[in-house]
Protein backbone atom coordinates (compact mmCIF):
# COMPACT_ATOMS: atom_id res chain seq x y z
CA UNK A 1 0.00 0.00 0.00
CA UNK A 2 1.22 3.58 -0.64
CA UNK A 3 0.30 6.99 0.03
CA UNK A 4 1.65 10.21 -0.77
CA UNK A 5 2.88 14.04 0.68
CA UNK A 6 5.05 16.50 -0.53
CA UNK A 7 8.56 18.70 0.59
CA UNK A 8 7.91 21.31 2.89
CA UNK A 9 11.79 22.48 2.53
CA UNK A 10 14.33 22.23 0.71
CA UNK A 11 17.65 23.04 2.11
CA UNK A 12 19.63 25.63 2.01
CA UNK A 13 23.17 23.38 2.56
CA UNK A 14 23.45 20.32 3.01
CA UNK A 15 21.81 17.04 1.79
CA UNK A 16 18.86 16.49 3.97
CA UNK A 17 15.18 18.05 2.88
CA UNK A 18 11.77 17.69 5.00
CA UNK A 19 8.66 16.17 3.29
CA UNK A 20 5.54 15.35 4.66
CA UNK A 21 4.89 12.00 3.84
CA UNK A 22 1.67 11.35 5.08
CA UNK A 23 -1.61 13.34 6.54
CA UNK A 24 -5.01 12.20 6.98
CA UNK A 25 -6.34 13.65 4.10
CA UNK A 26 -8.14 11.02 1.61
CA UNK A 27 -5.88 9.78 -1.14
CA UNK A 28 -5.95 8.92 -4.73
CA UNK A 29 -7.51 5.56 -3.57
CA UNK A 30 -10.18 6.72 -2.16
CA UNK A 31 -8.40 5.28 1.33
CA UNK A 32 -7.01 7.43 4.35
CA UNK A 33 -3.69 6.65 7.00
CA UNK A 34 -3.97 7.93 10.12
CA UNK A 35 -0.24 9.69 10.78
CA UNK A 36 -0.35 8.97 14.16
CA UNK A 37 -0.83 5.22 13.49
CA UNK A 38 2.03 4.59 10.77
CA UNK A 39 4.94 2.27 13.22
CA UNK A 40 8.27 2.45 12.44
CA UNK A 41 9.90 0.08 14.84
CA UNK A 42 10.60 -2.67 11.70
CA UNK A 43 11.54 0.76 9.60
CA UNK A 44 13.89 1.78 11.95
CA UNK A 45 16.13 -1.18 11.32
CA UNK A 46 16.41 -0.06 7.60
CA UNK A 47 15.36 3.55 7.42
CA UNK A 48 15.70 3.29 3.58
CA UNK A 49 14.54 5.86 0.96
CA UNK A 50 13.73 4.53 -2.90
CA UNK A 51 13.42 5.59 -6.28
CA UNK A 52 9.56 5.32 -6.95
CA UNK A 53 9.36 2.60 -5.36
CA UNK A 54 11.53 0.28 -7.10
CA UNK A 55 12.02 -2.99 -7.03
CA UNK A 56 10.43 -2.95 -3.40
CA UNK A 57 7.12 -5.05 -2.69
CA UNK A 58 7.84 -5.77 1.25
CA UNK A 59 9.01 -8.88 0.24
CA UNK A 60 11.88 -8.15 -2.61
CA UNK A 61 14.78 -6.57 -1.67
CA UNK A 62 15.35 -2.98 -3.45
CA UNK A 63 18.11 -2.63 -6.64
CA UNK A 64 20.81 -0.74 -4.74
CA UNK A 65 20.74 1.70 -7.51
CA UNK A 66 17.35 2.78 -6.46
CA UNK A 67 18.29 3.82 -2.78
CA UNK A 68 18.90 7.17 -3.14
CA UNK A 69 18.87 7.87 0.79
CA UNK A 70 17.96 7.38 4.16
CA UNK A 71 15.58 8.36 6.18
CA UNK A 72 17.52 10.79 9.15
CA UNK A 73 14.44 11.34 11.25
CA UNK A 74 10.63 11.79 11.40
CA UNK A 75 7.86 13.43 13.27
CA UNK A 76 4.72 11.36 13.91
CA UNK A 77 1.31 13.15 15.27
CA UNK A 78 -2.73 13.55 14.27
CA UNK A 79 -2.06 15.44 11.52
CA UNK A 80 0.68 14.26 9.56
CA UNK A 81 3.75 12.30 9.37
CA UNK A 82 6.82 13.90 8.39
CA UNK A 83 10.34 12.71 7.55
CA UNK A 84 13.88 14.04 7.35
CA UNK A 85 15.77 12.66 4.24
CA UNK A 86 19.57 12.60 3.38
CA UNK A 87 20.15 12.18 0.21
CA UNK A 88 22.87 9.65 -0.66
CA UNK A 89 26.27 11.20 -2.33
CA UNK A 90 26.79 11.36 -5.50
CA UNK A 91 30.20 9.12 -5.38
CA UNK A 92 27.93 6.25 -3.75
CA UNK A 93 24.85 6.76 -5.98
CA UNK A 94 25.28 9.22 -9.16
CA UNK A 95 20.73 8.24 -9.00
CA UNK A 96 20.56 9.93 -6.04
CA UNK A 97 22.38 13.22 -7.18
CA UNK A 98 19.99 13.68 -9.54
CA UNK A 99 17.24 12.78 -7.39
CA UNK A 100 18.36 15.63 -5.27
CA UNK A 101 18.78 17.88 -7.94
CA UNK A 102 15.46 17.26 -9.07
CA UNK A 103 14.23 18.41 -5.49
CA UNK A 104 15.96 21.26 -5.08
CA UNK A 105 15.50 23.13 -8.02
CA UNK A 106 11.69 21.91 -7.60
CA UNK A 107 11.22 19.71 -10.52
CA UNK A 108 10.51 16.40 -8.13
CA UNK A 109 8.68 17.17 -4.81
CA UNK A 110 6.41 14.15 -3.94
CA UNK A 111 7.36 11.42 -1.73
CA UNK A 112 4.98 8.09 -1.19
CA UNK A 113 5.35 5.63 1.79
CA UNK A 114 5.09 1.88 1.38
CA UNK A 115 2.98 0.09 4.35
CA UNK A 116 1.60 -3.03 5.40
CA UNK A 117 -1.37 -2.58 7.11
CA UNK A 118 -2.63 -3.86 10.74
CA UNK A 119 -5.26 -2.26 11.47
CA UNK A 120 -8.08 -0.87 9.64
CA UNK A 121 -12.03 0.21 9.49
CA UNK A 122 -14.42 0.76 7.18
CA UNK A 123 -16.49 4.44 7.25
CA UNK A 124 -19.71 4.93 5.06
CA UNK A 125 -19.56 8.52 3.50
CA UNK A 126 -21.67 10.05 1.05
CA UNK A 127 -20.21 9.39 -2.66
CA UNK A 128 -21.72 10.59 -6.17
CA UNK A 129 -25.67 11.26 -6.55
CA UNK A 130 -26.01 10.52 -3.10
CA UNK A 131 -24.89 6.81 -2.91
CA UNK A 132 -22.80 5.85 -0.31
CA UNK A 133 -18.99 5.19 -0.79
CA UNK A 134 -17.19 2.98 1.67
CA UNK A 135 -13.55 4.13 2.36
CA UNK A 136 -11.00 2.35 4.13
CA UNK A 137 -8.94 4.00 6.97
CA UNK A 138 -6.20 2.47 8.14
CA UNK A 139 -5.67 3.47 11.75
CA UNK A 140 -2.24 1.45 12.35
CA UNK A 141 0.16 0.32 9.45
CA UNK A 142 4.03 -0.84 9.20
CA UNK A 143 6.14 1.55 7.47
CA UNK A 144 8.37 -0.10 4.81
CA UNK A 145 10.09 2.10 2.93
CA UNK A 146 9.80 5.58 2.11
CA UNK A 147 10.29 6.76 -1.43
CA UNK A 148 10.51 9.97 -4.07
CA UNK A 149 7.88 9.51 -6.47
CA UNK A 150 7.88 11.20 -10.45
CA UNK A 151 5.17 13.22 -10.08
CA UNK A 152 5.26 17.04 -10.36
CA UNK A 153 4.19 19.40 -7.83
CA UNK A 154 2.02 22.06 -10.30
CA UNK A 155 1.14 23.35 -13.41
CA UNK A 156 4.59 24.66 -14.05
CA UNK A 157 6.44 21.25 -13.19
CA UNK A 158 4.31 19.40 -15.37
CA UNK A 159 5.23 21.72 -17.95
CA UNK A 160 8.57 21.19 -18.09
CA UNK A 161 8.15 17.73 -17.27
CA UNK A 162 6.61 17.83 -20.52
CA UNK A 163 9.14 19.38 -22.05
CA UNK A 164 11.76 16.92 -20.95
CA UNK A 165 9.60 13.95 -22.19
CA UNK A 166 10.09 15.69 -25.19
CA UNK A 167 13.66 16.46 -25.62
CA UNK A 168 13.69 12.09 -24.74
CA UNK A 169 11.25 11.79 -27.46
CA UNK A 170 12.73 11.35 -31.24
CA UNK A 171 12.62 14.49 -33.51
CA UNK A 172 12.28 15.12 -37.33
CA UNK A 173 14.17 16.17 -39.80
CA UNK A 174 11.52 18.74 -41.99
CA UNK A 175 11.86 18.31 -45.59
CA UNK A 176 13.95 20.92 -47.49
CA UNK A 177 11.79 24.21 -48.11
CA UNK A 178 13.77 24.72 -51.50
CA UNK A 179 16.27 22.43 -53.61
CA UNK A 180 17.99 25.78 -55.07
CA UNK A 181 21.30 26.33 -54.39
CA UNK A 182 22.44 29.88 -53.42
CA UNK A 183 25.83 30.54 -54.62
CA UNK A 184 28.51 29.37 -52.99
CA UNK A 185 30.17 31.95 -51.59
CA UNK A 186 27.00 33.15 -50.11
CA UNK A 187 28.08 34.25 -46.81
CA UNK A 188 25.86 32.76 -43.87
CA UNK A 189 24.22 34.55 -41.36
CA UNK A 190 21.94 32.62 -38.21
CA UNK A 191 18.37 33.73 -38.96
CA UNK A 192 16.36 35.48 -36.67
CA UNK A 193 12.74 34.95 -36.75
CA UNK A 194 11.96 39.07 -38.05
CA UNK A 195 13.87 37.49 -40.82
CA UNK A 196 11.14 35.49 -41.81
CA UNK A 197 8.16 37.22 -41.10
CA UNK A 198 6.98 40.41 -39.13
CA UNK A 199 4.53 38.61 -36.96
CA UNK A 200 5.06 37.11 -33.61
CA UNK A 201 5.31 32.72 -33.58
CA UNK A 202 1.98 32.17 -31.51
CA UNK A 203 -0.06 33.90 -34.63
CA UNK A 204 1.53 32.19 -37.45
CA UNK A 205 -0.42 29.25 -39.09
CA UNK A 206 0.75 25.51 -39.00
CA UNK A 207 1.59 25.97 -42.51
CA UNK A 208 3.87 28.98 -41.69
CA UNK A 209 5.69 27.45 -39.11
CA UNK A 210 6.05 24.18 -41.05
CA UNK A 211 7.81 26.20 -44.14
CA UNK A 212 10.09 28.21 -41.70
CA UNK A 213 10.97 24.48 -40.21
CA UNK A 214 11.84 23.42 -43.84
CA UNK A 215 15.05 25.92 -43.30
CA UNK A 216 16.30 23.74 -40.81
CA UNK A 217 17.65 20.39 -40.20
CA UNK A 218 16.01 19.19 -37.00
CA UNK A 219 12.87 20.31 -35.19
CA UNK A 220 11.52 18.02 -32.03
CA UNK A 221 8.46 18.20 -33.65
CA UNK A 222 5.98 19.37 -36.86
CA UNK A 223 4.49 21.96 -36.76
CA UNK A 224 7.22 23.18 -33.76
CA UNK A 225 5.69 24.94 -30.64
CA UNK A 226 8.61 27.55 -30.44
CA UNK A 227 10.98 29.09 -33.20
CA UNK A 228 14.01 28.46 -30.75
CA UNK A 229 12.88 24.59 -30.79
CA UNK A 230 14.12 24.74 -34.82
CA UNK A 231 17.83 23.97 -34.46
CA UNK A 232 20.71 23.74 -37.27
CA UNK A 233 19.59 26.37 -39.86
CA UNK A 234 21.08 26.05 -43.94
CA UNK A 235 18.56 27.90 -46.10
CA UNK A 236 18.18 31.43 -46.43
CA UNK A 237 15.15 32.99 -45.33
CA UNK A 238 14.49 35.04 -48.44
CA UNK A 239 13.82 32.39 -51.04
CA UNK A 240 14.74 29.47 -49.01
CA UNK A 241 18.08 28.44 -51.57
CA UNK A 242 20.64 26.47 -49.66
CA UNK A 243 23.52 28.29 -48.39
CA UNK A 244 27.01 26.21 -48.33
CA UNK A 245 28.20 28.18 -45.37
CA UNK A 246 25.37 27.49 -43.39
CA UNK A 247 25.08 23.77 -44.85
CA UNK A 248 28.84 23.42 -43.01
CA UNK A 249 27.95 25.30 -39.56
CA UNK A 250 25.34 22.72 -39.13
CA UNK A 251 27.83 20.00 -39.86
CA UNK A 252 30.15 21.31 -37.34
CA UNK A 253 27.76 21.78 -35.39
CA UNK A 254 26.23 18.77 -35.25
CA UNK A 255 29.77 16.56 -35.09
CA UNK A 256 30.34 18.69 -32.23
CA UNK A 257 32.07 21.55 -32.74
CA UNK A 258 31.84 24.81 -30.19
CA UNK A 259 29.66 22.70 -27.93
CA UNK A 260 27.79 20.65 -30.71
CA UNK A 261 23.92 21.22 -30.23
CA UNK A 262 21.61 19.61 -28.16
CA UNK A 263 19.46 17.31 -29.79
CA UNK A 264 18.24 13.38 -29.45
CA UNK A 265 21.24 11.38 -30.24
CA UNK A 266 18.86 9.17 -31.86
CA UNK A 267 18.27 11.80 -34.43
CA UNK A 268 21.86 12.92 -35.04
CA UNK A 269 22.56 10.55 -38.29
CA UNK A 270 19.78 11.57 -40.42
CA UNK A 271 20.32 14.57 -39.67
CA UNK A 272 23.61 13.99 -40.70
CA UNK A 273 22.39 12.31 -43.92
CA UNK A 274 20.47 15.54 -44.82
CA UNK A 275 23.25 17.76 -44.25
CA UNK A 276 25.44 14.97 -46.54
CA UNK A 277 23.13 15.51 -49.41
CA UNK A 278 23.61 19.47 -49.58
CA UNK A 279 27.52 18.79 -49.70
CA UNK A 280 27.16 16.51 -52.32
CA UNK A 281 24.39 19.28 -54.26
CA UNK A 282 27.68 21.76 -53.87
CA UNK A 283 29.97 18.80 -54.99
CA UNK A 284 31.79 18.15 -51.59
CA UNK A 285 32.56 15.13 -49.86
CA UNK A 286 30.98 14.90 -46.38
CA UNK A 287 32.97 14.87 -43.31
CA UNK A 288 32.74 10.97 -41.92
CA UNK A 289 29.71 10.79 -39.38
CA UNK A 290 31.71 9.86 -36.21
CA UNK A 291 33.14 11.26 -33.01
CA UNK A 292 36.02 13.96 -33.30
CA UNK A 293 38.44 15.25 -30.93
CA UNK A 294 38.30 19.18 -30.52
CA UNK A 295 41.85 19.33 -32.92
CA UNK A 296 39.93 17.87 -35.69
CA UNK A 297 37.17 19.35 -35.74
CA UNK A 298 39.38 22.66 -35.60
CA UNK A 299 41.17 21.42 -38.31
CA UNK A 300 37.79 20.09 -40.46
CA UNK A 301 36.25 23.60 -39.88
CA UNK A 302 39.57 25.84 -39.35
CA UNK A 303 37.56 29.38 -41.05
CA UNK A 304 33.87 29.35 -39.52
CA UNK A 305 33.64 32.67 -37.36
CA UNK A 306 32.86 32.05 -33.71
CA UNK A 307 29.58 32.26 -33.84
CA UNK A 308 28.49 30.39 -37.19
CA UNK A 309 28.53 26.69 -35.49
CA UNK A 310 25.96 27.27 -32.80
CA UNK A 311 22.85 25.73 -33.52
CA UNK A 312 21.16 29.16 -34.18
CA UNK A 313 18.77 29.62 -31.61
CA UNK A 314 18.45 32.31 -29.71
CA UNK A 315 18.01 32.14 -25.91
CA UNK A 316 14.20 31.20 -24.94
CA UNK A 317 12.23 33.60 -22.90
CA UNK A 318 9.53 31.14 -22.11
CA UNK A 319 11.63 28.95 -19.79
CA UNK A 320 14.42 29.22 -17.83
CA UNK A 321 16.90 27.24 -20.24
CA UNK A 322 19.99 26.70 -17.65
CA UNK A 323 16.95 24.89 -15.17
CA UNK A 324 15.48 23.07 -18.55
CA UNK A 325 18.50 22.09 -19.32
CA UNK A 326 19.69 20.66 -15.82
CA UNK A 327 16.37 18.75 -15.50
CA UNK A 328 16.50 17.05 -18.85
CA UNK A 329 20.25 16.22 -17.33
CA UNK A 330 19.18 14.73 -14.33
CA UNK A 331 15.90 13.02 -15.87
CA UNK A 332 18.11 11.33 -18.73
CA UNK A 333 20.85 10.75 -15.80
CA UNK A 334 18.34 9.17 -14.10
CA UNK A 335 18.14 6.03 -16.69
CA UNK A 336 16.15 5.45 -19.63
CA UNK A 337 13.66 3.21 -17.07
CA UNK A 338 12.84 5.17 -14.86
CA UNK A 339 12.33 7.95 -18.04
CA UNK A 340 10.27 6.53 -19.74
CA UNK A 341 8.10 5.88 -16.62
CA UNK A 342 8.27 9.40 -16.43
CA UNK A 343 7.02 9.82 -20.01
CA UNK A 344 4.53 7.39 -20.74
CA UNK A 345 2.88 6.55 -17.27
CA UNK A 346 3.13 9.59 -14.70
CA UNK A 347 2.83 12.76 -16.62
CA UNK A 348 -0.88 11.27 -17.94
CA UNK A 349 -1.24 10.73 -14.20
CA UNK A 350 0.07 13.77 -12.98
CA UNK A 351 -1.89 15.97 -15.58
CA UNK A 352 -5.00 13.91 -14.70
CA UNK A 353 -3.85 14.33 -10.65
CA UNK A 354 -3.48 18.06 -11.18
CA UNK A 355 -6.73 18.67 -13.08
CA UNK A 356 -9.06 16.88 -10.61
ZN1 LIG B 1 18.16 21.32 -46.09
Known amino acids: MQVRGSVIRAPDKGRVVRFRASTPA ?6 VVRPDGIRTDQFEKNPIFLWGHDGYGGLMKPDPESVIGRVVGWEKG ?10 APAEANPKAEMAFRLVKSGFLNTVSIGFLPIKWHEERVPGEA ?12 ELLEVSLVPVPSNPEAVALVRDIAGALLRGVVPSDVSEKKAPEDTPWKKPRLEDFTNKPWDELTAAEKRHIAGHYAWAPKLPPERFS ?11 GAVVWNGVRAAMAALLGARGGVDIPDGDRRKVYNHLARHYRQFEKD ?11 LRQLFPDLAPDAASDGAPP ?7 ALEQAREAVKALGAKVAAKIVRGRIEAALKEESE
Open 130 to 141: GAEEVRTVYDEV
Open 286 to 296: PPEFKAYTEAE
Open 229 to 239: DLKLPHHQPSD
Open 26 to 31: VDRHGT
Open 78 to 87: PEAFDVDVEF
Open 316 to 322: SDEADPG
